[in-house]
């Protein structure tokens, strides 16, 4: 079985990843959306990763979907918005027994995409490294993380993951995927739409910890119902430790929101609303909370979606 890895969308954690596995000697190959930015990129010449202030340039060979050849490996490192279609555009290419590697934030976009190659093996990864980019085909390396690497159907570690330890690329296979994204999400639920309500960093929620607080409580208790007692384990002490240790740092979905690009809203607290209702589950406080979101975003002509 070939050893490349092809990465599916060459934005800031795609890039990330496909300069390190690269300087590590393993072959990569992008996929990017479609003849004319792989035109643009050829133009650059390959991507630039700024890690350390120091920029490096890697010289990457990119495709677009329809390029011909298999792919026994795929990282795909879209938004989760854009995972199902841009799954779809290689899923002819997966060969008999492809592995597809799900880095997406948030929750409902990884099965999306498996519905869509069931004959793949799907990994799911939550990552908490940080990568912003800085131009096309520029990326800069901004925050040192970790990631957890899982498939919820199956425990084998997978025989390519030593590839990510030869890469630098901190990871740990778990057999609790699940309830690493859940948990994730939670956090997210109760700290990124009110920074975007409030106007705030993360730090500018300690002024409204009451309001955090019985997020919290909902949420956890959603978790449970949903079968995550360990993902709701001490969400409110945790999601606390987090406004204070991130207290000066905007959250991606502030960023995003100010950026005027659209948010993953719909996989993080729009996908726990969804569950909630699903199990009948009356949450007025993250049903208001997604409300007063999904208003605010309309106002500012962002996709409520
Ligand atoms: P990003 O910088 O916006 O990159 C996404 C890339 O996907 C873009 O390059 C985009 O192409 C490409 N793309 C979209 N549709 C495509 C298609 N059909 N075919 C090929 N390429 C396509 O996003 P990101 O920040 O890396 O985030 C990716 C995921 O990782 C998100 O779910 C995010 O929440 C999660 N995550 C990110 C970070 C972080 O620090 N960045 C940390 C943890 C988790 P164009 O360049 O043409 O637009």
Redesign the pocket.
Known sequence: MSSTWHI???????SLWACRLARAGKAVRL???DQQ?LRGYQQAGGLTLIENEQPRHYAIPAET?PAHGPIHRLLV????Y?AA??IA?VAPRLAEGAEVLL???GMGSQDEAAELVPHARCVFVS?T?????EGDWQVRFAGHGFNWLGDPRNPTIPAWFDDLHEAGIPAEWTVDILTRLWRKLALNCAINPLTVLYDCQNGGLLGHLDEVEALCAELAGLLRRCGQPEAAHGLNEEVQRVILATAANYS?MYQDVRAGRRT?VHYLLGHACRAAARHGLQLPQLEHLLQRLVENLRLRGLPCD
């Open positions: 599916l969308g060459a934005g800031s954690l795609g996929i990017v959306r930015r979907a490192a879209c938004k989760a854009d279609p841009a555009s880095l997406q934030n990552s490294e940080g990568a912003f980019r991606s993953e």
